[in-house]
């Protein structure tokens, strides 16, 4: 029972997490963060049905390694490298 707990906090967490570092405005973070739970849902599905694994943990884990990839994303173009490697 405090697996899925967990698993509902982090998907109730991360989107809304991601956008907040995407966006620039309450409407933005909104779209962003549907956009990307609908992004974990889908593709944690698909992951799941691939591998015949847990549904909800393969979602959760979609949704942890979207928020990486972000996060990433937005350490480097706070310090200016992804800009330096685009051009």
């Known amino acids: ?7 509902v906090v982090a998907l109730m967490i991360v989107p809304a997490a991601c956008a907040f570092l ?3 405005s309450l409407h ?4 962003i963060s549907i956009a ?13 049905a691939w591998y015949d694994v ?5 979602i959760a884990m979609m949704a942890g ?3 990486a990839v972000v996060f990433l994303i937005t350490m480097l173009k706070n310090q200016n ?3 330096k490697v685009m051009n």
């Open 65 to 67: 390694i979207i928020f």
């Open 22 to 24: 995407l966006s620039r």
């Open 1 to 7: 029972d405090a697996v899925g707990a967990i698993v």
């Open 28 to 31: 933005q973070m909104i779209i």
């Open 36 to 48: 990307l739970s609908l992004l974990a849902a889908w593709s944690g599905c698909l992951f799941a």
């Open 81 to 83: 490298i992804v800009k």
């Open 54 to 58: 847990s549904m909800a943990g393969s």
